[in-house]
Nanobody, 123 residues
Framework: VQLQASGGGLVQAEGSLRLSCAVSGLTFSSYNMGWFRQVPGKEREFVAGVPWNGGSTYYADSVKGRFFTSRDNAKNTVYLQMNSLKPEDTAVYYC?????????????????WGQGTQVTVSS
């Protein structure tokens, strides 16, 4: 199983980035996907989630209205569109997959993880 996140980089505050996560080695359309982020010295934090069918997405309060997640089951890819970025959004962003849990925000519920992509927002 591989989850390959990409699209991170350096952006100025109020800018936008789009992260992608390409998934292989599992039946992507059967898995619920999540995005998390982590800064050094802190626990991994839930950001956004999308169920297996692309239905009701859900977000952390800190990103609601600015970040949007979606998926393309034909391309085995999940996306995170990040708008109005703030310096506090700076982190390594991870995509993750879970088959058994829908709507979960807990990292422990996700079985598979990508390697992470760095997002840095300058003020």
């Amino acid at each position: 199983v591989q989850l390959q996140a990409s699209g991170g980089g350096l952006v100025q505050a109020e800018g936008s980035l789009r992260l992608s996560c390409a998934v292989s080695g599992l039946t992507f359309s059967s898995y619920n996907m999540g995005w998390f982020r982590q800064v050094p010295g802190k626990e991994r934090e839930f950001v956004a989630g999308v169920p297996w069918n692309g239905g009701s997405t859900y977000y952390a309060d800190s990103v609601k209205g600015r970040f949007f997640t979606s998926r393309d089951n034909a391309k085995n890819t999940v996306y995170l569109q990040m708008n109005s970025l703030k310096p506090e959004d700076t982190a390594v962003y991870y995509c993750a997959a879970t088959r058994n849990y829908v709507g979960t925000r807990r990292a422990v519920d996700y079985a598979y993880w990508g390697q992470g992509t760095q997002v840095t927002v300058s003020s």
